[in-house]
Structures are given as structure tokens and as C-alpha cells.
């Protein structure tokens, strides 16, 4: 099929949500979800959607930011597993008539977190969550087009958590990297012990490698830039910090306290806290 005209993108962030936790983080703050990025990458009728949201509410907010474009979705894509992605996927599909796609690794991965549901996502957010089935499908080669222009699915294994991959636009210099690459928020580290973030940079070489000029991440501030350059760098200097300090502390609340020293500016410190007690387990 010829391409019909030019692609463009568009990022929703859902603002950070409270979570179902009493107890607070150690610096003050309530327990929260970091921010999550939602992108419609489009063409001059269709559109694709990528990293559905996690709650009905964000849902019926995102659809109403697809339908206001007037643009026909023919499919929702997954970058990884973790429901935060992609546990609306079903409402939107079901609004919008379109495919939800995935790799295979991502798939088993979100059979997984459906097990999961009752004690970790549904417990801290207790109602919000749709009922879900895992209706996603793999496509032929990890590809599909939009209009003509190839969307090539990346796996790129273990990131911030098994059998992750990234969406490549080659006609956008683009790739939606979901949590391979962050953008001024705490990264999630909790599954990154026993070699973890030597895969995870592995597989932020992969995205290198890619040569985008734009990454969207699938946790970001609103208010920086999609620069791709600077935030595969911040990214490595993160888990670079990590290591670090992680040698160097005993005890989970001064490797807290070092990494907030070390990135004053990164959102949602509560995530920071929750892979911190995590690895010192
Ligand atoms: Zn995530």
C-alpha cells in the first residue's frame, strides 16, 4: 500500500494517581503511580495507539482525546506487560473497533500480570481497574503500517521488566519506548536485581541503535521535551547511580536518600522508595 501523506504524533500524560497505601514515603510524600504517557501516532484518517492506561477513568479520558482527533484507530499497541500499559486496552478497542496487537513475550507477560491482579494492581487500586482478558495478538514479522508507513515492533527483553519492546516509526524518527527509556521520573527498579540492569542497558543500546531523534517514554514529565538523545543518557546515568549507590548503603532509606540527592528533580520520589525496599529485600 503506497503511504497517503505525512505521519505525526501526539502524547496524552495521565496525571499521577493516588495508590491504595497508607504509609508514606519516607520523604513526606503520599504513595503515588508515576505519570503515564499515551501516544497516538496518526495519519490523515488512521491512527495508532499506543500504551493504553490503566484505569477506567484514564480510559474514558483517552478516548475522548482519540475521538476529538476524528481520526479512525485501527490498533492499540503494548510495549510490555506491566497493566499500567495496557489493562484498558479492551474499553478502547471495544469503543474504537481497532486490534490490540503485541508480541509474544509481551503477551505471556500480560498473562502474568492478570494473575497478578488480585494482590498487587487491584490492591492499590481498589475498583479503578476494568476487567480484563488478554485479547492481544502478535502480527507477522513484529509488523504492521499505518497508511501505508511501517510500525515495527523491537523486542528488546528484560528493561524494567521481562519480554519488553519498544514501537519503531521509522518515517517519524520515533520510537515509543515505553519503560526501556524514562523522562524525568524515577525509574522502576524492583525487578531489576540478579543482572537486571545489565539487561535493561542492553536493551537501551537497542533503542540507540534505532537512531531516533524522538522517544516517547512511557513514563514522563509532561513538561519536558521528547529529545531522544537526552533521555537514553539520563537514563544509563540512572542506572549507573544505582549501582553505585547500592554498593554503598546498607540500608534501603540511605540509598533512598542518596538517589533523591542525586536527582532532586525526577518525579514521583514513591516509586524510588518502592524498588528501594525491593532490592534490599
Ligand atoms: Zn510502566
Known sequence: MPTSGPLAYDVFVADPIPQNVTDLVPNGDRRMFSPLSVTLIHGERDAVLVDP??????????????????KN??????????GDHWFTADVLAERFGAQVVASEGTIREMHRNVSLRPHFWDALFPG????????????????????????????????DTDETSVLHVPDLELVVAGDVIYNGVHQYLAESANG????????????????????????????????AERAIAE??????????????????????????????DRLNPGALWGGAVALYK
Do not use: C
Open 128 to 159: 479503578q481497574i476494568p476487567e480484563t482478558s488478554v485479547t492481544a495478538a502478535p502480527v507477522p514479522g513484529n509488523r504492521f503500517t499505518l497508511e501505508g508507513h511501517d510500525l515495527r515492533i523491537v523486542e528488546v527483553g528484560h528493561s
Open 53 to 70: 492506561p490503566l484505569t477506567s477513568a484514564q480510559a474514558l479520558e483517552v478516548g475522548d482525546w482519540v475521538e476529538a482527533t476524528g
Open 235 to 264: 537514563t544509563r546515568l540512572y542506572l549507573d547511580a544505582v549501582d553505585e549507590l547500592l554498593a554503598k548503603h546498607e540500608e534501603p532509606l540511605d540509598f533512598f536518600n542518596a538517589m533523591l540527592d542525586r536527582f532532586p
Open 73 to 82: 484507530l485501527t490498533h492499540i499497541f503494548a510495549t510490555h506487560g506491566h
Open 196 to 227: 537486571g540492569r545489565d539487561a535493561w542497558r542492553r536493551a537501551i543500546s537497542v533503542v540507540e541503535d534505532l537512531r531516533p531523534r524522538h522517544i516517547v517514554t512511557g513514563h514522563k514529565n509532561k513538561e519536558l521535551d521528547d529529545d
